[in-house]
């Protein structure tokens, strides 16, 4: 079987910083995605990529960067943490086209001081 | 565009009780639909999908039908446990973006005591 291991699990910023955040899958997936939850708001799309290279934003993609190098790993850039901001962050993958479910890894929390 | 709507932010019930978790939602054409279960410290995971209107998706005792008329896609089970405790979350696939790209219902809480 295969896994999405999103690094780091923890992640604590000061205001303004940029971080970044990793994800990888061996699923040999086309489609990789990331989605930011918030408490009580369910999920919200932030960039996805169909293939090594590309990127489609999301409706939450301000604020942020994304990077997809290799087929296996999609990166995202918070260009500059927000004083006080909470949220967990969730890298999926998924074959792409219709009816697949995408799979989720198990998130990157974020604090910021 | 494509919205969600769970008005159930937290379900409570007894062990062996009925569950119903309400989901309608809005869009243009034939999405999928799928309900995803999130446990403390995970990722959600999918529980039922379904691709068709009017057919239903079951998974470890829980079921929906997807209705194109009311466009609803509500969750049942007959009767539940305490490892059912968990968020639940119903969610559309755009078809149009032919990627799946997921719209998530904003989630019900379920606890479940003994």
């Known amino acids: 079987g295969g896994i999405i291991t999103q690094t780091p699990k923890f992640l604590i910023g000061q205001e303004g910083q940029k971080l970044t955040l990793k994800c990888q899958q061996n699923?040999?997936?086309?489609?990789m995605y990331w989605y930011r939850q918030d408490s009580g708001k369910g999920l919200r799309l932030i960039y996805y990529?169909?293939?090594?290279?590309?990127?489609q934003k999301g409706d939450l993609s301000e604020g942020y960067d994304a990077s997809r190098e290799k087929k296996s790993s999609f990166s995202l850039t918070v260009t500059s943490a927000q004083k006080n901001e909470m949220a967990v962050f969730l890298c999926?993958?998924?074959?792409?086209?219709?009816?697949?479910?995408?799979?989720f890894g198990e998130g990157t929390r974020l604090s910021v001081l | 565009g494509n919205s969600v709507t769970q008005m159930q932010g937290q379900v409570t019930l007894s062990e062996e009780e009925f569950l119903f978790i309400n989901c309608t939602y809005s869009?243009?054409?034939?999405?999928?639909l799928f309900w995803y279960v999130q446990y403390p410290g995970e990722g959600p995971q999918l529980l039922l999908k379904?691709?068709?209107?009017?057919n239903k998706g079951s998974s470890r005792g829980f079921e929906a039908t997807y209705d194109k008329g009311t466009t609803s896609f509500h969750l049942q089970k007959a009767s539940v446990q305490e490892s059912d405790s968990a968020v639940y979350y119903c969610?559309?696939?755009?078809?149009?973006?032919?990627?799946?790209?997921?719209?998530f219902g904003s989630g019900t809480k379920l606890t479940v005591e003994p």
């Open positions: 999926a993958s998924s074959r792409g086209g219709n009816n697949q479910a995408p799979l």
């Open positions: 699923f040999n997936h086309d489609t």
């Open positions: 990529s169909i293939t090594e290279n590309d990127l």
């Open positions: 869009t243009t054409g034939y999405p999928t």
């Open positions: 379904v691709t068709t209107a009017n």
């Open positions: 969610v559309l696939g755009d078809r149009g973006s032919n990627y799946n790209v997921l719209y």
